[in-house]
């Protein structure tokens, strides 16, 4: 459970943990995401959302690209959910 949680930290713009897949891998394998496509979304996102301040902001800006960067988005609403 506990890398469950961990993987929400990886969302957040400010951590240090930022778009880092294997922190997010657990969570993703536990709500059946495709890791291929998270670990593709998450190399990208980490170049184009390098400057985002909030959770809430990179949530805004995924879903400009949903079509693009679904897995990753589907991540972030899951954590959001949770946290």
Not at 35 to 55: R, S, Y
Request: charged share 20%; glycine share 4%; hydrophobic share 45%.
């Amino acid at each position: 459970m506990t890398g469950i949680l961990l993987g929400i930290s990886a969302i957040h713009p400010k951590s240090k943990l930022f778009m880092d897949f294997d922190v997010m891998t657990p969570f993703a394998t536990h709500y059946n995401l495709n890791l291929d496509n998270l670990k593709q979304n998450c190399e990208t996102a980490k170049m184009f959302f390098k400057d985002i301040e909030h959770i809430f902001s990179l949530y805004e800006k995924l879903n400009d690209f949903s079509h693009s960067m679904y897995d990753l988005l589907k991540f972030v609403k899951i954590s959001l959910t949770i946290g």
